[in-house]
């Protein structure tokens, strides 16, 4: 390896350097406190490096790696999560009287995985930055042992994506038996020039995009999210919902880009399918949900049906759009589940409908934030949702998707009921109670992302501009 | 820059007023009311200033990019027909802050930042001449109307907020996807991707493609309007909103419906709208008719209020497309008649309820003799809603009806009925409620001093109206014969002069000032 290839690692090294360090100190001190304080700034060190690190961008480490500029803006908005959902991993578990410690250091592994998924160039680290993203997710979704439903979501994320990743392994063999390559960019260059495409491609290409699927919750391999996302802690369930689907946006936007996945009529038939089952069923069965993680783990599988789509565009518009709405989608699901993570005790998770109720006059703060976060998911005016939103339809109608922009809009319609309804249910009107004070970094967390939300709702140029920089 | 001031005040006072309703109310009402009258005052100086129009086709107009990647501009401008449509939203909305000052007493702050909110929606909505921003303010009036009806409404509030809200959003998100057809299809042709109104005006389109792409607009205006199959909404929502908020409702969010047509409609799509005119003028008079018969029918007097704005904004749909100068300058008055006239009975009906605490009219009976006062403007604003002389609603009517008599005979003859109907019901509301035996268990007050005022404020305002529209007539004419221009263009460049109907009348108001 050459001097250049370190440059380029630097954020991954910090976030591989930084857990074992923690290792280390937990042998001499347990001190809860130090050791979240060092995973924030070790984090931050990381996403600031990427600045630091992007002028050399392009640069590949041959042939497992590409650190270009698409894959280090997602490494930052990885990194940029990862920060956040450490500050309310603190909060969170700071009252629970497991062993905690250790928490940061799967994290920072997770990450890694999340990083390398970022810069995967080759089936080898697609695969590899998958199941370290994977595996620490079982511990992750298990992590709070004495709760029953924390350690059967932990097995069942288990079994289903152990055979998810069989299933993307073999599909992996099947293209290399194809076209005799695992490298993302021998495989562009043999579909471009590629008269016909072998039936074993196909198959090995539809197999992964189950394996992907099941990753990303799109319907119909959807079943694990809700009770995943109800029995994992709350920052996990942030951690699940933003940081581990954008890693896999990452690397299957790349992937589908060099295959030019949208030129091939059976790809495009499987993923429009894909993308219309998801707003269906994701909107449809949200509808009638009383408990909150399941209500947005549905609405996630309808968020990530409508991202879908731009994997059909084809344009360069198309994936600034992706990009922009997962940004979008990031942020404001850091928003919801943030909430949740904040407002959760030390018994049970605020879960249930009745937590929110009347949370207006309680606590009109987190109300207002919540509320803010849920018109975004909805893609209402000066919320970054709508911008997200009217670039993803935008791109998607200029690409002739009119059937999918189409769908799209109807959902939005339906979703629009659930977001409405726990809106309602915050404005509704109860008797005065006395309410505990809530963690003081909390409120910063949910200051930020309120800022950034309201911030990419009315002033959008900025990160447009920034996204049309980052190419593939 | 004056625009987006108008805007930023109206935003500002908003914020402003939640924070400081939380210590003390009436600092919020005086911070709302210190709003909209500097609005107002400000528009007159403005409009004192710039009543002529220069080269430009605006008074006042005020272009800077907002997001140039995608060919978004902060784009406002004023011409008459805004003018007129700000006038009445900050007219209107001091009303609203008035009436409120007893009836709301619970999180006073929040509810004048909802007030002040929808009001900035609003008034983006008649400035905007960028129609992503124009879409932006559209679904931007939502959120606080949602709140507004869902916290201060009455006992069936949270179904008929949610049914507003999704009524319109679908209406809205289909509007919103016609948008971005007109912006690529544009885009394509020229070259020149942009949401500018004034570029997009002379978009070639196949026919069909046209009538596509107008649908989708006319879905959202037909449903804020609202035309009879998507009539559905409104009752329940004018119902249940505090009085405050079907003040608004009526008066001035309908009215987006009313403007988009007249601002959008027609000039985009002269040619598909000219396809659409016989049906529209058939929705219309179905609503004219329909809404009167079920007003009759009511026996909750809010909800009878509700339906005769079917009634009414029928005559806005059967004038614009009647396609003559008569017809829209009858639509024009017809906006601001139905805004104070229908305003005003919704303020009277809440005026009623917080006194005997129901809508019901089986139980209400004999007011007269302990309310004189606030039965004789009952009496006034019933007499407007069924169209007397002397009235705005009147010249509104008739214009609308002389109108469409020049290019539809048979529908200005059924549409003419709807005025019968109205008489029915006019006095219906009269009858039952002011009149007859009186209830010794209802105790009532007569209107307090400020109560008074505001309904005097109408009542002289729609009088003025009646006696001397001619001022609304001559400052909306400009905008309202270049919105017609399109259509005569249209006509001749297609050379589709069939018939007579068709043809474009031009009375001769129009062609003493264009000479």
């Known amino acids: ?472 | 820059m004056i625009l987006v001031v108008l805007i930023l005040i109206l935003l500002a006072a908003g914020l402003l007023a939640w924070l400081t309703g939380k210590w003390n109310s009436v600092v919020a009402r005086i911070i709302s009311l210190a709003a909209l009258l500097a609005d107002t005052v400000i528009l007159i100086i403005a409009f004192a200033l710039h009543h002529t129009y220069g080269q430009g086709t605006w008074l006042i107009d005020y272009n800077v990019p907002w997001i140039p990647r995608l060919g978004i501009s902060l784009h406002l401008a004023l011409d008459g027909l805004s003018v007129m449509m700000l006038f009445l939203t900050f007219f209107l909305g001091i009303l609203a802050v008035l009436i409120s000052w007893k009836e709301i007493q619970k999180n006073v702050g929040f509810f004048h930042f909802n007030i002040l909110w929808i009001l900035a929606g609003l008034a983006g909505v008649f400035l905007a001449m960028d129609l992503f921003l124009f879409y932006f303010f559209w679904e931007l009036m939502l959120i606080p109307m949602y709140f507004l009806i869902g916290i201060w409404g009455h006992e069936n509030r949270i179904y008929a907020s949610y049914k507003f809200f999704i009524f319109t959003q679908a209406g809205g998100l289909l509007m919103f996807l016609s948008i971005l057809a007109l912006y690529l299809i544009h885009g394509r042709h020229t070259g020149i991707y942009t949401f500018d109104y004034q570029a997009l005006l002379g978009t070639t389109m196949s026919p069909v493609v046209a009538f596509i792409v107008m649908v989708g607009f006319l879905m959202a205006f037909m449903v804020k309007l609202p035309v009879v199959p998507f009539h559905n909404w409104l009752p329940d929502a004018h119902t249940e909103a505090p009085t405050a908020g079907s003040l608004i409702l009526a008066g001035l969010m309908l009215k987006t419906g009313a403007y988009g047509l007249l601002r959008f409609i027609v000039p985009l799509f002269p040619g598909a709208a000219a396809t659409f005119a016989p049906l529209g003028m058939v929705l219309g008079v179905i609503g004219i008719l329909y809404g009167a018969k079920l007003a009759f029918a009511q026996t909750d007097l809010k909800r009878l209020v509700a339906y005769t704005s079917v009634s009414h904004m029928g005559f806005i749909m059967l004038g614009v497309f009647a396609f003559n100068a008569m017809a829209y300058q009858g639509v024009m008055v017809q906006i601001i008649a139905h805004g104070i006239s229908t305003g005003a009975l919704f303020i009277m009906v809440g005026q009623i309820q917080e006194r005997i605490h129901t809508r019901d009219v089986a139980r209400m009976g004999g007011l007269w003799h302990q309310t004189p006062v606030l039965g004789a403007m009952g009496l006034v604003f019933a007499m407007a809603s069924l169209g007397l002389p002397g009235l705005g609603n009147f010249i509104a009517e008739f214009l609308i009806l002389a109108g469409t008599f020049q290019t539809n005979i048979l529908m200005a003859v059924i549409a003419s009925v709807g005025l019968i109907v109205a008489t029915i019901y006019s006095l219906k509301i009269i009858q039952k409620v002011f009149h007859g035996a009186v209830d010794t268990t209802l105790k009532m007050n007569d209107l307090n001093l400020r109560e008074a005022f505001v309904m005097g404020v109408m009542v002289a305002a729609i009088v003025y109206l009646g006696v001397s529209p001619q001022q609304v007539l001559d400052t909306a004419k400009p905008a309202l014969a270049k919105s017609l221009e399109a259509k005569a263009h249209y006509v001749l460049k297609e050379g589709k002069v069939k018939d007579k109907q068709n043809t474009f009348y031009l009375p001769a108001v129009f062609e003493a000032e264009q000479k």
């Open chain 1, 1 to 472: 390896m050459t001097g250049l290839d370190f440059i380029c690692l630097i954020p991954l090294l910090i976030i591989s350097v930084a857990p074992i360090l923690i290792m280390v100190t937990i042998t001499f001190v347990r001190n809860y406190t130090v050791i979240a304080a060092f995973s924030f700034l070790a984090f931050l060190l990381a996403f600031l490096s990427v600045s630091y690190v992007m002028p050399y961008a392009p640069h590949a480490i041959a042939p497992l790696f590409i650190f270009d500029t698409y894959s280090y803006l997602f490494t930052g908005i990885i990194l940029f999560g990862c920060m956040l959902v450490t500050i309310l991993s603190y909060v969170y578990f700071r009252r629970q009287s497991v062993v905690k410690e250790e928490y940061f250091i799967i994290l920072f592994v997770s990450a890694l995985g999340a990083s390398i998924l970022a810069a995967a160039n080759h089936f080898v680290t697609f695969f590899l930055g998958l199941e370290t993203l994977s595996v620490t997710l079982y511990i992750l979704i298990g992590y709070l042992r004495q709760r029953d439903q924390s350690v059967e979501a932990g097995v069942k994320y288990l079994i289903l994506a152990s055979v998810s990743a069989a299933i993307l392994l073999f599909g992996m063999a099947l293209v290399y038996t194809g076209t005799g390559t695992m490298n993302f960019n021998e495989l562009s260059s043999y579909f471009v020039t590629a008269k016909a495409v072998s039936p074993f491609i196909m198959v090995g290409a539809g197999m992964i995009i189950v394996g992907v699927g099941f990753k990303l919750a799109v319907a119909p391999f959807h079943m694990w999210t809700p009770d995943v996302y109800q029995g994992a802690p709350a920052p996990v369930t942030t951690y699940i919902a933003t940081i581990s689907k954008g890693a896999v946006i990452a690397v299957i936007l790349r992937f589908f880009v060099d295959i030019r996945g949208h030129q091939n009529h059976a790809l495009v038939v499987i993923i429009t399918v894909i993308a219309i089952l998801s707003m269906f069923i994701g909107n449809f069965l949200a509808l009638r949900q009383t408990n909150m993680k399941r209500l947005l783990a549905y609405s996630s599988i309808a968020h990530l049906g409508y991202l879908l789509i731009m994997l059909l565009a084809g344009t360069s518009a198309g994936i600034q759009a992706a990009i922009f709405y997962l940004i979008a989608y990031i942020i404001t699901s850091l928003g919801t589940f943030g909430v949740i993570a904040i407002l959760s005790t030390v018994q049970r998770d605020a879960d249930s409908f009745d937590d929110y109720r009347g949370l207006f006059w309680r606590r009109p703060w987190i109300a207002i934030v919540f509320t803010l976060t849920l018109l975004s998911l909805a893609g209402i005016p000066i919320t970054a949702g709508f911008i997200a939103k009217f670039y993803l339809v935008l791109a998607g109608v200029g690409s002739g998707l009119w059937l999918l922009a189409f769908v799209l809009i109807v959902n939005s319609v339906i979703g629009l009921y659930y977001y409405l309804r726990v809106v309602a249910t915050m404005f509704h009107s109860t008797g005065k109670e006395n309410v505990p004070a809530l963690p003081f970094l909390g409120h910063v967390v949910l200051a930020v992302i309120a800022a950034v939300i309201l911030l990419l709702g009315v002033i959008p140029e900025w990160l447009l501009d920034i996204i049309g920089k980052f190419s593939l």
